[in-house]
């Protein structure tokens, strides 16, 4: 007889995108040639339906911004955006309020396609800090997904897992130079909120010609996304976000990892070009 599966949860949905759409190297490697900038985001939409959105973190974008956003994408689209850092890096999370109410209310006129909001420390944000995470976390409105990532190994501990837990806040899994990946495919087995949220980051910026994959990171993505499936066999979403210092060309590194997961991939050559008539 078959084992009785009734009671498992329904898998997770994976979302893959890149780390922003904004970026000239694109041109002729993912967006077609003649492509404008005005158009990027839309024609980026037809080949991943979530984008992490890096500008937010440099300033709170205007209305008009957030507006346009919304028109170039379709409904099922869905925006993580990035704390701005004189939050996380310039205030330290402390006497943030004013900045925060602003910057959630420019996020709510996303309306259904506002995903996760990441809280990127800096490497110098240690554990001693922790009360100010602690206030932040008590304050932060429960209905907006929230992962934080740590660039500083003291917050792998118990407690930190535990306020993480307690607030339904994500631990960003950020592969990158801060924290071994083997402590963070170990963490993912511990979640500490309803999704998961991935970021392919790379050991340094040493890469700057974004054209073009330099860096073969097929076993990296094979091994992420065999967990990524078994954290969506546990009903929880998964967010993945790739850089394109990973390997050098985001939107491949994004790509790679939908065939891995047997997703449709949309293949850059089929993307077309839809002028905007402004």
Do not use: C
């Amino acid at each position: 007889m078959s084992e009785d599966t009734s009671d498992a949860p329904a898998p997770g949905r994976i979302r893959i995108g890149a780390q922003g759409w904004n970026y000239d190297a694109w041109l002729g490697g993912f967006y077609p040639t003649g492509t404008r900038a005005t158009d990027f985001l839309s024609v980026y939409a037809r080949a991943f339906d979530t984008v992490e959105v890096d500008s937010t973190f440099y300033a709170i974008p205007p209305e008009r911004t957030i507006e346009g956003w919304v028109r170039r994408t379709p409904d099922d689209f869905v925006f993580a955006l990035k704390l701005p850092q004189s939050i996380t890096h310039e205030r330290r999370l402390r006497d943030s309020e004013d900045e925060t109410v602003l910057f959630v209310e420019r996020a709510r006129g996303l309306g259904r396609k506002l995903g996760p909001v990441l809280m990127q420390l800096g490497p110098d944000f240690t554990i001693h800090e922790l009360p100010a995470l602690t206030a932040y976390l008590a304050g932060w409105p429960p209905e907006i997904p929230l992962a934080v990532e740590f660039r500083h190994p003291s917050w792998i501990a118990r407690d930190v897992h535990a306020l993480l837990t307690a607030h339904g806040v994500s631990l960003a899994l950020s592969d990158g130079p801060w924290i071994p990946r083997d402590t963070l495919l170990d963490l993912a087995a511990h979640p500490t909120a309803d999704f998961f949220y991935i970021r392919w980051m790379g050991p340094d910026r040493s890469i700057t010609d974004h054209s073009r994959v330099q860096v073969d990171r097929s076993r990296e993505i094979e091994r992420w996304t065999r967990a990524m499936r078994a954290m969506a066999a546990g009903g929880r979403a998964v967010w993945a976000y790739s850089s394109n210092y990973y390997a050098g060309h985001a939107p491949q590194t994004a790509r790679d990892a939908q065939a891995a997961l047997g997703q449709r991939v949309v293949p850059p050559e089929t993307l077309g070009v839809q002028m905007s008539l402004f």
